[in-house]
């Protein structure tokens, strides 16, 4: 809680200066720096350290003025002034021998050797880490004597002395393995896999890379919600890496294997955004364990956060590391447990590769199931996409070279393109992406002639429409080929994708009957206070009463939360017209994240959503939400993670909408559909035919117009 921190901290500093109490003022000018530079403001951080220098300077506290100094140091490294962090490293060092802690000697020894091979000097980063691993085993200090055993093995590993590499890290394994220091180990697994890949020993490489991607989602198990994605993304390498090496063994069950293994790398985000809005499930028991489960967690993470701070003032204490270790174990014995008691929440917890067998049973004979990969940012391997496609009887994989600046510079302008319906750049830019994305499979598209074309995107590939992709060649859009449907990933653990025996006949010979809310008053507000008016929405609502007879519609102030809670179970189709915020940051209308609004304003929390027992529940249709797309830094969790939390409460599809388009458009295209949908289409040539209409109505319309719109989920 660094807020009530520097709230303590700034009311003992007037105090202290009153008083003059000026070892301890020092002290607290540290400890406020302490604090911001884990918050992320280093600025302030180098404000305080540098009130607090000349005071203990002053007071003659030799070992408190060399903490300061690393600590200056480290700010400075953490910003990308390495010069400046070396003269303070450099400064803090004589005083350290002179006082004699040698524990904190050093750990800046250690520093000095990172900065060094961060700055291109590998011969002066080998001198300090070798000056520093004698007093670490002095000290007794285990877990950092790794790390340097660790560091040394990367510098080596840059100068192109593998032998030597391998040797540093071999020896830094067991040490980690004893104080059971499970995120370094890992990283030296896949370090070492590194070093093994590139000296041709490709066997030992995976075995090494897959022992740490084990490790990898271990850890990821046993992280809280705020901290899971940041570790798995600064992890993702080791899983790249292990794809494309299996990739490049050219054999089938290795192929499987690297599906596997990136599935659980560019997919686990789903996991985490169900956590990150702290999204309820419907067993109360479950719950409870869940609830028990974070609490625990938030005690483990309050520890590191200790021992980091120790650590950074050369204090680590052993202890306090038994400590972190026996709770870490707990915690991890009981997500395990959770994960066998409970098995729909399994996946919260999930730490094993997904069995491609098993994932092939849920694949109607009909569908073809595209997922592209960037395997970009690999250490001495160029930059690729790896394109799975899976069908029931088989798996292929094509690989083609990118560039991956050019490609993701693509995929930003794209985003901006087709949600702007006065862009003209947006065809070429779409044609540029179907050649990447899409030119590379297509005798493998056609040789499977699907019904149904499932694509399973992530990152930033979740804002693209694919169905709007053009082919140059043939002029037409991926869309007038195939009908296009989106999964949020493959999963074993519930019938994302729908089984075979459960076709469209099957759901078309069923009573179709919707609950559907149109418009919900009083009006919102846009940030340029205009009332926004769904007027369309209720045409929509209007078409549906007419089109399955037995379904009721809620608008204006009749459309309330308590309607939507009480009566959603009834009915197979939902209709949500109206405003769904799921931008991360809230919405500039004043909706909060993750959240639909009803009537008087009342907005429900889909976290909430497992306890609407939606279990007989065919689709859910958003049809007016706000996602994140005008956030660069996004990256579609938002999208796939609000179909993907639905999807966990038992709905088999939802449709969302990328943009707010055009009201009279969008009406038309969800009247069309659900008409298609009374005819007997699947879900997915439901959407395909109602947005073919528009195009076929005009065929210069803007993607804009036709395309927000997308199908998540069972396309049956």
Known sequence: QPQEALKYYQQALPILREVGNRSIEATTLNNLGLVYDNIGQPQEALKYYNQALPIVREVGNRSGEATTLNNLGLVYDHIGQPQEALKYYQQALPILREVGNRSVEATTLNNLGAVYDHIGQPQEALKYYQQALPILREVGNRSVEATTLNNLGGVYSSISQPQEAIKYYNQALPILQKVENRAVEATTLTNLGLVYRDTNQPTEAIEHLKKAIQITLTVRGSLSREHRQAFLQAERGSAIALTDLLLKQNQPEKDEEAFEWINLATTADLADYTRLINAKVANPEAQKAIDDWNEQNQQVQSLRNQQDNNQQQGEYSTELERQ???KEAEVIKKAEDIRTRFPEVAELFETKPTDIAQLRQTIPPDTLVIQPVLLTNITNVPNTIAIFILTKERLQVIQKDIDSEELNQLVTQYRTQVSD???SDVFNTSSKLYEILIRPIEAQIAANSPKHLAIIATGQLRYIPFETLFDEKTSQYLLQKYPIHYLTRISSSRSTIASSSQSSENIASRKITVLAFANPKPLLFDSEN???????????AEHLVKTFPGSDIY?????TLYTFKTQASRFPILHLGTHGCFNPNGCK???QANTI??????????ADAALLGLTNTELITLSACETAKESKEADGQEISG???VFERAGAKSVIASLWNAED????AIMTQFYNNLKQGMSKSEAMRQAKLKQIDNDPDLHPFFWSPFILIGDGQ
Request: proline share 0%.
């Open 324 to 326: 972190i270790r026996e």
């Open 421 to 423: 319906h006065e862009n």
């Open 530 to 540: 205009q009332e926004v008016d769904l007027k369309g929405t209720e045409m929509e």
């Open 555 to 559: 608008s204006h102030e009749k459309a």
């Open 589 to 591: 209308n004043g909706m």
């Open 597 to 606: 609004l009803f009537a008087n304003n009342q907005q429900y929390n889909i």
């Open 642 to 644: 609000l179909a993907y």
């Open 664 to 667: 009279n458009i969008s009406a």
